[in-house]
């Protein structure tokens, strides 16, 4: 469960992302994207936040999201999930997380 407090700056890591054999996964080439949506059912394009981080050198990722991103979320409950999308023409994609987020009143919220 991840807990995200409105108006304040939260920063999620996700890694280290590693194959079957514990090597680490070069993202080099790969776009690593965040979504956060109310439902699985809801499409991508109705999701309340999202992010995308391209190619990035390691392979721990770094999300972060402003107090004014974290504003514009309403209290409640969502889903969030990470997927890596390598490039080329296949775009092949690979969800490696999913967890469940709290979205709650700051007392720092103007």
């Known amino acids: 469960m991840l807990y995200i407090t409105q108006g304040n700056t939260e920063q999620f890591t996700c890694g280290p992302i590693e194959t079957a054999d514990r090597e680490p996964v070069d993202l080099s080439a790969a776009t690593v994207k965040m979504i956060i ?3 699985l059912d809801d499409p991508d394009t109705a999701a309340v936040f999202v992010q995308e981080i391209e190619h990035p050198d390691s392979n721990i990722v770094l999300f972060t999201l402003t107090a004014a991103q974290t504003r514009a979320i309403e209290v ?3 889903i969030m999930g990470i997927k890596i999308i390598w490039d080329g023409e296949d775009g092949l994609k690979r969800e490696i997380k999913r967890e469940n987020v709290t979205v709650s ?3 720092f919220n103007g």
């Open 37 to 39: 949506k109310s439902s």
């Open 76 to 78: 409640g409950q969502y």
């Open 105 to 107: 009143k700051g007392v």
